[in-house]
């Protein structure tokens, strides 16, 4: 992957230049004002300017300028000399400059200052330092240094980012976009937008990587930046190569190399198109076409100082040419050279192409043994990189929904899916096709029992439900007749007594007790559901609470008469008491509407309060709290669908539906 960002972690090498060396040059030690005054009129040359800088920033802490001092550290690492773009070197200057950072009152040095540091870190593959020092440099800033807080986050995301810190690196990437943004940078917007999209990529979520380049890639053809749009285009073939789209893969890298030469002249990038469409052609049986580019890289690599012959994009490219003309001794010894250098660049897409080079080498030459044990390192190293982030993965589409409520769940989560299977099909290629087979089959039938299982274990459930229900009324009627005809009958009896000895208030407690046992009996027994029917039960019921409660009730009831069964009414009936009953208990609302409508499928129950809400979301699996878990056991119980629909402070909306 090719990164079009410029991070201070990319540096020319250069050989070790220490304080003593420095010391000993030709410029002849003056005093720190005699030498700046020199250094502002003379107009040194780059590497003699950074010999000065040296012994300025010497002297400046021999006579304790400390401000100075910083100011000249931060200087001396914008040079492009080679004397001094040596990523200890700068460590060490920067390091000795704040020592003394408490004596700095400069909050844009003290911060800088640490930001360099943390790129020399960087450079240095030394990632954990890094983003501990650019997020002090953050600190350090103050409100009024927006461009480099942004740098601080871009650079940080990067380091993330090869540490393979997912949600991190994309947290810093988006936190220094938007102050990019706010700044109205757009050209270091696309630059984060681009390691966006490398990060989406290594942890293959192409379809958000290829959507970012696409982007790009139209803004930097309306700007004519041909160069951006070649760089963005090569990487986009790259995911497509990882995801075995070959045809669009090469579309790409032809139209990127037909962007080439650019202005200015950039060898590297060039070298890396010839190399990629020589490794395409080779894998796809072009023996000439692959003989022909790796020709073309060959003339450009010598410009390249960052592709030597023991580069692993080089060696693995030579390692394809060699193997599909059938020199596989000769390709066996580069592939080993290649594994080598890709372990030590510690660059995880080189060290995941030459395992398998290496695999199918052996695999040509018939050394099983050897194959094997090939692919079961580069199974470890897969499982390694992309195990430990696969929850971080999955926490990151969460994360985005919740923020941003997008509808795209099902579709990244199959990408997921299919990006797992990828990276699981080498180890499955190498335990066998017969394995395989008895592995899948085996999970298959497992899987078949533990859902016939499940399914059978939720039947049970359901008819538990509507047995307890059932029964649940029965004892109701049981109890509700006892009720009315052995109690209710001896109070009566009481009542008259105690009319006959004229005790009024004795038979004004009894009234009341024996109005009390009616609606008891009632609630437990609807007796005029029985006289009546569904549709004036319900409004006999809903008369009741407008009488009886300070809520404003409003009906639209139809006759619902010979619809529904007698089972189907009850239930029904019930579901309109407890939905009430929840109304009144819980929602605190001053307005309730009821409506009993026939609809083409059967009938409709809909049930509106104006009280507080609730937030569903919140309460899915809670049913029991809130008194949903009977309605939607009675519901189901008649074969019926229920729905709810609540927010906080709007009020709450109960449908259900009758099927006949």
């Known amino acids: 992957m090719i990164r079009l ?50 012994e300025m920033i010497e002297l400046s802490e021999q006579e304790a300028k400390y401000e100075l001092m910083a100011d000249l550290a931060i200087q001396l690492t914008h040079l492009p000399s080679p004397t001094v773009q040596n990523s200890e070197l700068k460590k060490e200057i920067l390091k000795k400059a704040i020592v003394h950072e408490d004596h700095v009152s400069n909050s844009q040095n003290i911060g800088n200052l640490h930001l360099k540091l943390a790129g020399a870190f960087f450079s240095l593959e030394q990632f954990d330092s890094a983003i501990y020092e650019y997020g002090y440099a953050i600190k350090q800033f103050s409100v009024n240094d927006s461009i480099f807080i942004a740098d601080s986050y871009f650079f940080r995301g990067q380091a993330r980012d090869y540490k393979g810190e997912l949600l991190a690196g994309m947290q810093d990437y988006q936190t220094a976009r938007n102050i990019y943004h706010s700044l109205n940078n757009s050209e270091y917007v696309n630059y984060v937008d681009g390691g966006m999209a490398i990060l989406f990529s290594k942890f ?51 139209k990127a190399d037909s962007l080439a030469p650019f202005d200015p002249r950039d060898y590297y990038f060039e070298s890396m198109l010839k190399l990629s469409l020589s490794s395409y052609y080779g894998e796809n049986g072009d023996l000439d076409k692959q003989q022909a580019y790796f020709a073309q890289a060959q003339k450009l690599i010598p410009q390249v100082p960052e592709i030597t012959a023991t580069s692993p994009i080089y060696l693995n490219t030579k390692v394809r040419l060699a193997y599909y003309q059938g020199n596989l001794a000769v390709a066996s010894q580069l592939a080993l050279a290649s594994l080598t250098a890709a372990k030590a660049s510690k660059n995880m897409d080189h060290l995941i192409t030459s395992y398998r080079l290496l695999g199918d080498i052996y695999n040509k030459q018939g050394q099983s043994a050897k194959a094997f044990e090939i692919r079961q390192d580069l199974t470890r190293f897969t499982d390694s990189i992309f195990a430990a982030n696969q929850a971080a ?30 990276r699981n099909k080498a180890k499955f290629i190498t335990i066998g096709i017969i394995v395989l087979l008895l592995i899948v089959g085996g999970v298959l039938f497992l899987f078949w029992k533990n859902l016939q299982h499940e399914k059978k274990k939720k039947e049970m459930q359901s008819r538990f439900s509507q047995e307890l229900l059932k029964n649940q009324e029965a004892e109701r009627v049981r109890i509700s007749k006892d009720l009315h005809d052995g109690l209710g009958q001896s109070l009566l009896l009481i009542k008259n007594k105690v009319a006959l000895s004229k005790d009024n208030t004795t038979g004004e407690l009894l009234d009341t007790a024996i109005s009390e046992l009616r609606s008891i009996a009632r609630s437990l027994h609807p007796m005029q559901l029985e006289k009546l029917g569904l549709s004036k039960a319900a409004q006999h019921l809903l008369d009741q609470i407008d009488r009886e409660t300070d809520i404003f009730v409003s009906t639209e009831i139809e006759e619902l008469k010979a619809i529904l069964n007698k089972e189907e009414e009850l239930q029904l009936y019930r579901i309109l008491q407890e939905s009430i009953n929840n109304v009144l208990k819980h929602s605190e609302a001053s307005a309730l509407r009821v409506s009993f409508t026939r609809i083409e499928k059967g009938v409709k129950l809909q049930i509106e309060d104006n009280g507080k809400g609730f937030d569903f979301s919140e309460k899915l699996n809670d049913f029991q709290s809130l008194g949903l878990k009977t309605l939607k056991e009675r519901t189901a119980a008649i074969h019926g669908s229920m729905k709810v629909n609540s927010e906080k402070g709007v009020g709450t909306n109960l449908s259900f539906i009758v099927y006949v």
């Open 204 to 254: 293959s979520i192409y379809n958000e990587a290829e959507k970012i380049r696409n982007s790009l890639i139209s803004a930097y053809k309306k700007n004519e930046d041909f160069f951006s749009v070649a760089i963005q285009l090569f990487n986009q073939s790259e995911d497509f190569g990882k995801q075995d789209r070959l045809t669009e893969q090469l579309a790409y890298l032809v």
């Open 5 to 54: 960002i410029l991070t201070f972690g990319c540096m020319l090498a250069a050989t070790l230049v220490s304080f003593n060396t420095i010391s000993q040059t030709s410029i002849q030690r003056k005093n720190l004002s005699d030498l700046t005054a020199l250094f502002e009129t003379s107009e040194p040359s780059d590497s003699i300017a950074g010999v000065y800088l040296m």
């Open 393 to 422: 993965t999955f926490s990151y589409y969460q994360t985005l929904y919740e923020t941003e409520k997008k509808g795209n769940e099902i579709l990244v989560k199959t990408q997921e899916i299919e990006s797992i299977n990828q």
